[in-house]
C-alpha cells in the first residue's frame, strides 16, 4: 500500500497553477481523475481510485485536494492552498508528503515538489493536453539506494 502513496498522494494535491495566468482560466482548474487501467503498477495494488481537484481559493491562492480510495476500499486525502509561487506551504491529510512547492512555468503545465519531515520526496510535472480533457503526471522520484526513477500517470477530466 506504502507504494500507492508516491504515485498519487502529491500527485494533485500539489499542483498549482501559474501566477501570471488569472485563476478563472487556468486549464489546470477543475476535478481530475487517474486511468486506473493504466498505472504502472501491479493490478492488484492499484488504487480503485484516485481523484484530484484544484479550485480557485481567492486572494491569488489555490487549492488542491488529492483523494485515493485504496484496494482495500480505505480513502485517504489531503488538502494544500498556496499561492503558486514556489514557496514551501504545508500539507493536511495523511498521504506521502507534509509540504509541497509549486510553481507554472507556463500556462497548463504545473512543477511540484514534495517532503515529508523534512526528507526530499518526488518532483512531479503536469501537462494539461491542448484539448483540456487529460493531464499527464511525470513524476521523478530516488529508490531506497538513491537511484533516480520516472513514471507517468494519466488523468482525465471530470469536470
Known amino acids: 500500500m506504502k507504494a500507492l502513496y508516491p504515485l498519487f498522494a502529491a500527485a494533485a494535491l500539489y499542483a498549482t497553477p501559474a501566477l501570471a495566468e488569472p485563476s478563472s482560466t487556468s486549464p489546470l482548474l477543475g476535478t481530475w481523475a487517474a486511468d486506473i487501467d493504466r498505472l504502472p503498477i501491479?493490478?492488484?495494488a492499484r488504487p480503485k481510485s484516485v481523484t484530484i481537484t484544484y479550485s480557485d481559493a481567492g486572494g491569488?491562492?489555490?487549492r488542491t485536494h488529492v483523494e485515493v480510495v485504496l484496494p482495500d476500499g480505505r480513502a485517504v486525502q489531503a488538502t494544500s492552498t498556496y499561492i503558486p509561487d514556489?514557496?514551501?506551504?504545508s500539507v493536511e491529510g495523511n498521504l506521502e508528503a507534509d509540504t509541497v512547492a509549486t510553481r507554472i512555468p507556463e500556462p497548463g503545465v504545473m512543477v511540484t515538489a514534495l517532503s515529508l519531515g523534512g526528507?526530499?520526496?518526488?518532483?512531479?510535472t503536469y501537462t494539461v493536453s491542448a484539448d483540456g480533457k487529460t493531464m499527464t503526471?511525470?513524476?521523478?522520484?530516488f529508490t531506497t539506494g538513491?537511484?533516480?526513477g520516472m513514471r507517468t500517470n494519466l488523468f482525465n477530466r471530470v469536470r
Do not use: C, L, Y
Request: overall charge positive; proline content about 21%; charged content about 15%.
Open 119 to 124: 526528507v526530499p520526496g518526488s518532483m512531479r
Open 137 to 141: 503526471e511525470t513524476v521523478v522520484f
Open 146 to 148: 538513491g537511484k533516480p
Open 86 to 89: 514556489g514557496k514551501p506551504v
Open 42 to 44: 501491479p493490478p492488484a
Open 60 to 62: 491569488g491562492q489555490w
